[in-house]
């Protein structure tokens, strides 16, 4: 390995030592730091081999993560095909079976969430109106699906 291959090597170490990173993410460091792309495949495929590196494993923990913070299916595959992340659409399915989640909990689980602060006081229909544009633009910007989010809505907000 050469001095400039090392470097590489070790700047990837120091990198993921600290967080996770996608694939593209590392090349994009290490071409940022001036590296050509025959040392960037070099050290990639080299942490690769070594088990150091495994973007399947970092895949997986950011499907779970972002299932875990109430993010839908759709925005889950939004992020990982920004995250120029190969995938299918059963990893994702298999995740929200493995930890137990479904879109509806999620949705539930928000909604109870935001509702609570608008629940001290008998409201009036135009702060019900009201509450319900907030909370449909929050759910939404969750990646929930309009129907989902219009139906769960009105039940909730007619228990208030």
Known sequence: ????????????????????????????????????????DSV????????????????DSKIRSLAKRNYSKSH????????DLTFENDDIDSMFVKEDISED???NSLIDKKIRKFTHDSLSK??????????????????HNYQKIKTQLAKKLSEI
């Open 44 to 59: 990639l495929d080299q942490i690769t081999s070594e088990g150091i590196f495994d973007e399947k494993r970092y895949m």
């Open 76 to 83: 889950i595959q939004r992020f990982l095909k920004n995250e």
């Open 105 to 107: 909990e999620q949705l």
């Open 1 to 40: 390995m050469n001095e400039e291959t090392k470097k590489a090597y070790n700047y990837i170490l120091f990198l993921i030592s600290r967080q996770d990173y996608s694939k593209s993410k590392l090349q994009k460091k290490l071409s940022q730091k001036g590296y050509s792309k025959e040392i960037i």
């Open 126 to 143: 135009e702060e019900k109106y009201e509450i319900q544009k907030k909370l449909f633009s929050y759910l939404h910007s969750k990646g």
